[in-house]
């Protein structure tokens, strides 16, 4: 007599975020964060709209994007074409980079990406572009150490968060609580470069 053995449970798909959608990424140094960020990006379509990467830190990275090629945006100037766009920006330009934020706001269809969360404005600027991104156009893929420190709108208003580590537990934990709800965050992950998703 054959034993006949049940068929495996499927595993849950794994749904990327769309042209439209807003994406935020929390993890420590050295997890993987940039690299998911350029491959989220990476997966976007640049003959539909223009992308920005507003650059913090002069990721190195950056320069290894070969397809489509970077062009380079100075703060304060919009995208002329479609395509991949990198903006060097510094913290101390926050002012500027909050008009520059109102402009790609009234504009639309022009997708953000930052790497340093933590360093954007804390105007209305950053809100409005994570509350009306949508209807506007204007995706986001972000990341950031911490959470705290950042707009809390842009990690109410992400519809897909990732979570590879926890920096501070006493400070960041309440508010990873928050966003990936009953998930127990604090079990270990099967190796490094893992995350929650």
């Known amino acids: 007599m054959t034993q006949v053995r049940p068929a495996p449970a499927p595993r849950p798909k794994l749904i990327l975020p769309g042209a439209e959608d807003r994406t935020i990424v929390i993890g420590s140094t050295g997890d993987g964060k940039t690299i998911l960020v350029g491959w989220l990006l990476a997966q976007q379509r640049f003959d539909k709209r223009a992308w920005v990467w507003l650059d913090f830190k002069d990721e190195v990275l950056l320069d290894e994007v070969g397809t489509p090629p970077m062009r380079k945006l100075r703060l304060g100037d919009m995208p002329g074409k479609l395509g991949l766009y990198r ?90 609580k928050g966003l990936f709800g009953r998930l127990d965050v604090r079990t270990p992950l099967p190796g490094p470069f893992y995350s929650y998703w």
């Open 87 to 176: 903006m060097f920006v510094r913290p101390y330009q926050e002012d500027e980079l909050e008009d520059w934020l109102w402009k790609v706001w009234k504009r639309g269809n022009i997708g953000l990406v930052c790497d340093e969360v933590s360093l954007l404005p804390r105007g209305d600027a950053v809100k409005s572009i994570m509350r009306q991104g949508r209807s506007k156009r204007i995706p986001f893929i972000g990341a950031t150490q911490r959470p705290v420190g950042c707009d809390p709108e842009i990690f109410s208003e992400a519809q897909y968060r990732v979570l590879f580590s926890i920096g501070d537990e006493h400070r960041d934990l309440p508010i990873i």
